[in-house]
């Protein structure tokens, strides 16, 4: 069965405070490794895929690495508009349509 | 611009009463998915379809039914048997199993 485990499950960031959020997993022929953003009583937002071991994505703040077992979104300077539950899934080979997501973490950064 | 749309935002039914979630895409995506998200739990999928006139159950299908008769639509049902259905309900849609999740804005379901 696949799994995947976020920690920590909340973080407190002042502003500007760098930080990095962990994406454990076990799988069963990694086809990719997707990161999102959701912000409250929205419905999550697309941010990166990984394919492979070495891989890394930026966007603005946000660089997402990739190894065998476990993923980091590291938040560089963070500023409150980052504030929001930050989930990660993978997606197993084999034409299998349904990915497995964590539970997610919820990133709070103060100004 | 294209995208999932689900309505309505908010929806407040009265125990016993079944309940109709809506989601239309315009994306032309084949699959599409149901999720229910209650907090500390994460996502969890009720419904699946992979092609129009075709649907699986998800991890917690107990006391939903879905139908999939056009690609762009797959309307959720809450009925009376579901026990527990106030919650966030999302749905989402994809283009390949290589592709990440479309998601829309949710709707939020009351029961009392």
Not at chain 1, 49 to 61: D, I, M, Q, V, W
Not at chain 1, 65 to 78: C, G, N, Q, R, V
Not at chain 1, 87 to 100: D, E, F, K, M, N
Request: with cysteine.
């Amino acid at each position: 069965e696949d799994q995947v485990t976020q920690s920590p499950e909340a973080l407190r960031l002042q502003e500007g405070e760098s930080s990095s959020l962990n994406c454990s997993y076990t799988v069963s022929g990694l086809r990719g490794l997707f990161w999102y953003r959701q912000d409250p009583g929205k419905g999550p937002e697309f941010l990166f895929t990984l394919y492979s071991a070495g891989e890394e994505k930026e966007k603005e703040r946000l660089k997402a690495t990739l190894t065998k077992k476990e993923s980091f979104l590291h938040i560089t300077a963070p500023k409150p508009e980052d504030s929001a539950t930050y989930l990660c899934a993978v997606q197993r080979g084999g034409g299998s349509y349904i990915p497995t997501f964590g539970r997610g973490t919820s990133l709070i950064v103060h100004p | 611009d294209g995208g999932i749309t689900q309505s309505p935002k908010y929806l407040f039914r009265k125990e016993g009463q079944n309940v109709t979630l809506s989601c239309e895409q315009n994306l032309n995506h084949d699959a599409m998915y149901w999720y229910r998200q209650d907090p500390g739990q994460g996502l969890r999928l009720i419904y699946y379809s992979q092609i129009v006139n075709d649907f699986q159950k998800g991890d917690i299908a107990e006391g939903y039914s879905v139908s999939r008769e056009k690609k762009e639509s797959f309307p959720l049902t809450v009925t009376s048997a579901q026990k527990n259905p106030t919650a966030f309900y999302l749905c989402a849609s994809s283009g390949d199993a290589d592709s990440p999740l479309h998601f829309g804005n949710g709707t939020r379901l009351t029961v009392t």
